[in-house]
């Protein structure tokens, strides 16, 4: 038997030194610059694009791009917009802050209706008082609808009948009915002088602005079409854009004036505004300065006595005023100041007997803001340098255009507002003298911290001067000083952070931190407080380099301390992310620090429900186990790798992680001598405590055969044998028909166990179980599975041949720091003998195993593969020269090409 089964002879040193290339050392590297001029160099086919950047072309000497590889692109400025684009633009942004307005005062479900919604009142369904208290819990004011009389609609009805009303007036226009539409308008118009239910208020008025907008559009082009058309339909004329007041026929001017002269007869002043304003680009058919009648209108709106109203009333008039060519910026000054006016007489009002009064001031204020915004953007829209000066003075803020934020008083939530327009290079040259107009203007419309808040945010946007930064700050930090709430600190502070720390402001910054330290540990955290808390704690840690440098900043730990939730661990992640971007972390201190960080992120996260592509703060805690290195006390790492296994334990793939960093401390004790032993046990002994949590199969066997070999490394023979035992024991019931497995882990298990056989020839064999123990093993766990393809099965046996071949050598290819089988076996019979036979057996395995896979394609090439095992495994004896030719004619018979069947007649030959 023996006869017929000879193992081949290789020369492993003789064969790699025949199938080595001739090394040749280059005179230069083949992306140095030196090289650039050589017949070495690869062309860039770049198809004539000028533009196209090769990043390994040649730099010049200076380390610059050449201009033939990179050209330089001109952006020209874009055109300023049409005025029919302006407008267009302008109706965009009324139609987004509309939709805002509406959406920041939610409203309850009843709203009570006076009889100035008479209009409202006879169109829908009204309520009488309800006996119950089920309605006035709905009613912003209980008390008020207590009163007798007091009737109330739903929201929903009462926007229902606006929409009625609109599409009334709509029929009515078309129906040629003008006085209908007129009266209708006036009726909508007359709704907004209800200002009962304040919050109600918004939605009201932009649903009626709607209404406003299509009648004045309805007359716009009523009018229009009488200029450009006959009474017989026929086009006499088309105006041009920039028109004027004498293109305009007489029929058509006589229509314009007549509405206005309608409109100016309407008894109630805030309706008459209203549909004025509504039709005010008609006066381009009468006048060539159409915004002339704009003075005459912000007197009229003086007359409102409703402070909201009249607010509400100055909001349509700056929208009405876009519509128009031109217009000085003077009217919407005087807007600001009388909405000043109303809002000083507002807080001044003597409060009443009601306690809550202070309450509805705050609400009126609040209601009153949408206006003031609007103004102002539309006052700061595309003004000059020059002009700026100008309206602040206009807005009572300076002396002069040169004399500016002096000690002026302003109401807060107007300043508040022209901060937000104010061009960045004002704010940046005038921000000690606007601190100080922040100083004079402390009133309830507006928290006065919100607005230093603005101003460090506007700071923030351009470089300014170092003297003005340090003198601003310098007043910031006295005025928080002062701050009891820890909201108000924050607010403030957040905002100049960036200031303090890009121009290094030390002393600024560690009194900043005391004062975030002392009130946060006194009185707690609330979630806004939160929010404010991790904006300054990532700013210090994208504006630090190093950890050392954030953990040596006082207060900061205790600050990291009171915080909490997800606040805390977006903090803890930042701070994951910084330390990880060092090669290794050394220091003790800063080690136990990030495993506490690392410890409290892990307990805030449910890692068990995150995927693992969205979950980057377990990638950062397995990147920080990684990188810590004790140096020398490799004790302490190894307690370090057994307190996160026990900390961090629902993170998937961290296990991986301490099993590889427990082999390195193992692989590095033994580079330090043998005196370590104990240690490289100690390691040992928690990878094979550890691995069977690995639920991968494929990853816990690769994982086994990696600690099976630092063991061998070590001389642990026993140990290594007990790893194999276990790797194998890993796969025992492992089940692929259940499909928890896919072909790449099918792939990976398969390419461990070539792996696993690769490793066993370093493995001394045992004489007790038989020196092919581990591939009997092998052998038995696949021949077991009913389920292993025949693919899988022919890679296996092939593997398992060529070991039992490469044991079978009078000199191992490769070595461990134990004796080889070459060494322990050299001349043994019965080792020689017990390879044979399981070589034997295998073969019939393989050959089997082949002719079971269905496929012919691959049935073929399986043929090929394991007749290149067994010409570089055997002699080609008669019986193995058998097993050959069968093989060669299954590969035939598959329509396996020729040349490749060339190839393996050839190695027959040999």
């Known amino acids: 038997m023996a006869a017929s089964m000879v193992f081949r002879p290789r020369n492993y040193s003789a064969e790699e030194k025949s199938h080595s290339l001739t090394r040749l050392r280059a005179n230069d590297h083949p992306l140095s610059t030196s090289s650039s001029s050589s017949h070495l160099q690869v062309a860039v086919v770049d198809h004539g694009k000028k533009d196209f950047f090769d990043p390994l072309r040649s730099l010049d000497d200076n380390g610059a791009v050449s201009g033939e590889a990179l050209q330089e692109v001109e952006i020209s400025s874009s055109p300023g917009l049409s005025s029919e684009a302006s407008v267009q633009n302008s109706a965009k942004e009324w139609t987004s802050f509309s939709r805002i307005l509406m959406q920041k005062f939610p409203v309850s479900k009843m709203i009570s209706v006076s009889s100035m919604s008479n209009a409202i009142i006879k169109g829908g369904k009204i309520y009488e008082k309800a006996s119950t208290s089920t309605h006035l819990e709905e009613l912003e004011d209980p008390q008020k609808f207590a009163e007798e009389g007091v009737k109330v609609i739903t929201r929903h009805e009462y926007v229902s009948r606006l929409h009625e009303l609109r599409d009334e007036i709509i029929r009515a226009w078309r129906a040629s009915d003008r006085v209908t539409t007129l009266k209708l308008s006036i009726k909508v118009a007359r709704l907004l002088m209800d200002t009962s239910v304040l919050q109600f208020y918004p939605t009201l008025f932009v649903l009626a602005m709607d209404i406003m907008d299509t009648v004045g559009n309805m007359v716009w082009e009523r009018i229009k079409w009488k200029a450009e058309f006959a009474e017989d339909g026929n086009k006499l004329y088309s105006l041009p854009e920039n028109f004027e007041a004498s293109d305009i026929c007489s029929d058509a001017k006589e229509t314009c004036y007549n509405w206005f002269c309608k409109i100016g007869a309407i008894r109630e002043l805030l309706p008459r505004i209203y549909l004025e304003l509504a039709i005010l680009p008609c006066w381009r058919f009468l006048l060539d300065r159409p915004e002339d009648s704009l003075q005459r209108l912000v007197m009229m709106t003086r007359g409102l006595a409703d402070p909201l109203a009249s607010a509400y009333c100055r909001l349509y008039m700056a929208h009405c005023m876009l519509k128009l060519p031109s217009c000085d910026k003077g009217y919407l000054v005087r807007c600001v100041n009388d909405i000043k006016s109303l809002l000083s007489w507002v807080m001044l009002r003597k409060e009443a007997a009601d306690g809550n009064i202070i309450d509805n001031k705050r609400l009126l204020v609040s209601l009153m803001e949408p206006t003031i915004e609007f103004i102002m953007k539309c006052i700061f829209k595309d003004v000059s340098q020059k002009q700026v000066g100008n309206i602040l003075v206009e807005l009572e803020l300076g002396r002069n255009a040169m004399e500016l934020f002096g000690n002026f008083p302003c109401v807060s939530i107007v300043l508040h507002h022209l901060l937000k327009e104010l061009p960045i290079e004002v704010v940046s040259s005038s921000a000690v003298g606007i601190l100080h107009v922040i100083e004079c203007s402390n009133d309830y419309s507006f928290d006065q911290c919100l607005n230093y808040r603005l101003l460090g945010f506007r700071l923030c946007e351009t470089k300014s001067r170092t003297d003005i930064l340090n003198a601003v700050a310098d007043i910031v930090i006295q005025v928080v000083t002062q701050y009891d709430s820890l909201d108000e600190y924050l607010k403030v502070v957040e905002a100049f952070l960036d200031i303090i720390l890009q121009n290094q402001m030390d002393n600024h910054l560690n009194a900043t931190l005391e004062g975030i330290s002392k009130r946060a540990s006194s009185k707690g955290t609330t979630e806004d407080e939160l929010g404010s808390l991790q904006s300054v704690m990532v700013k210090l840690l994208c504006h630090c380099e190093n950890l050392e440098d954030i953990f040596a900043l006082e207060h900061f730990l205790e600050i990291l301390d009171v915080m909490y939730g997800s606040s805390r661990s977006t903090v803890n992640v930042h701070i ?295 010409a570089t495994s055997f002699i080609l004896t008669q019986e193995i020269s058998s097993i050959y030719t069968r093989l060669l004619e299954t590969a035939k018979s598959c329509s396996v090409p020729a040349q490749l069947l060339s190839v393996a007649l050839a190695r027959k030959e040999k």
């Not at 990880?580 to 800063?590: G, Q």
């Not at 409290?600 to 703060?617: C, G, R, S, T, Y």
């Not at 796969?731 to 461990?752: E, F, K, P, W, Y």
């Open 576 to 870: 994951l992310n910084m330390a990880t971007r060092s090669a290794r972390i050394c220091d003790p201190t800063t080690i136990q620090l990030l495993f506490e960080i690392s410890q409290a992120l892990h307990d805030d996260i449910d890692f068990l429900n995150v995927k693992d592509e969205d979950n980057q703060p377990a990638r950062l805690i397995s990147r920080f186990v990684c990188m810590v290195d004790y140096g020398t006390e490799m004790e302490r790492h190894l307690t370090f790798l057994v307190e996160c296994r026990g900390a961090f334990g629902s993170i998937r793939g961290l296990n991986e992680t301490l099993i590889h960093s427990s082999n390195c401390l193992a692989v590095k004790a033994l580079k330090n001598g043998s005196k370590n032993l104990s240690f490289v046990k100690s390691c040992i002994a928690f990878c094979e405590v550890t691995l069977p949590s690995i639920s991968s199969h494929t990853r816990q066997l690769n994982l086994y055969l990696e600690t099976a070999e630092v063991a061998l490394l070590g001389g642990l023979v026993s140990h290594s044998d007990g790893l194999i035992n276990s790797a194998l024991g890993s796969l025992q019931n492992l089940d692929l028909m259940d499909g928890s497995l896919m072909q790449a882990d099918v792939d990976g298990m398969l390419s461990s166990i070539q792996k696993l056989c690769g490793f066993l020839v370093l493995v001394p064999g045992n004489p007790e179980v038989g020196v092919t123990h581990f591939a009997k093993n092998i052998l038995a766990l696949f021949n077991s599975q009913s389920w292993m393809k025949p693919k899988m099965r022919t890679k296996i046996f092939s593997a398992i041949i060529s070991l039992t071949a490469t044991l079978s050598q009078n000199k191992l290819p490769y070595h461990g720091k134990v004796l080889g089988n070459d060494h322990l076996f050299f001349g043994d019979l019965s080792y020689s003998h017990e390879l044979t036979l399981l070589a034997k057996c295998v073969l019939q395995n393989l050959v089997d195993a082949i002719q079971q896979e269905p496929s012919s394609a691959v049935r073929g090439r399986l043929a090929l593969e394991a007749c290149n095992c067994i």
